[in-house]
């Protein structure tokens, strides 16, 4: 139970804003498991959107590798860590949120909706994918659950609305540990 007081802590104490946007790391992550509530999302999915930018409070200064043009690697880093605490089902789609939108940008309308941080983040991430790339990423087990997370992920970086708790999600967060 260490690790829900911990991403509690974390989720409470983040001031920072979320990189180039205008909502914190926090407010983005719990508004991507709004999203995926209010489209009626099994508990899974919704976990997974609450915790997939988790990577991001493991790095010391995400905006610093913004400014040094470089890929953190937030995915990788969230999976490996909460891989150890929560089931699979959980941080696979952590894991490929991250190949979501790339494999996503291939269309432009999509495209042209991401956000200017999302658009100086795709570069940074390798790019769009290519049709080889895609095709691989379709067959993934956990592709579906990637691309609706990935979805959720653009659309919360709203201002002024009302928002939940960490806290309100705190029951979900145990039933998903291992």
């Known amino acids: 139970m260490q690790i829900i007081d911990k991403i509690i802590s974390n989720f409470t104490n983040n001031k920072s804003l979320y990189i180039g946007e205008k909502v914190t790391m926090s407010e983005h992550m719990i508004q991507t498991a709004m999203l995926a509530e209010k489209a009626k999302c099994n508990d899974d999915l919704i976990c997974s959107c609450l915790l997939h930018d988790y990577g991001h409070f493991i790095l010391e200064n995400p905006d610093d590798l913004i400014k040094l043009n470089v890929d953190g690697h937030h995915e990788n880093i969230g999976h490996e860590y909460l891989k150890s605490f929560f089931k699979k089902n959980i941080v696979e789609p952590i894991k490929y949120h991250v190949l979501a ?78």
């Open 101 to 178: 939108k790339r494999y996503l940008a291939k269309d432009k309308k999509y495209y042209d909706h991401l956000s200017e941080a999302s658009k100086t983040s795709l570069n940074l991430q390798g790019g769009v994918l290519s049709n080889d790339e895609c095709s691989k990423f379709e067959n993934q087990k956990y592709f579906k659950p990637s691309i609706l997370l990935r979805k959720f992920d653009e659309a919360a970086k709203k201002t002024n609305i009302k928002m939940k708790s960490i806290y309100d999600y705190k029951r979900l967060l145990v039933s998903k540990l291992k």
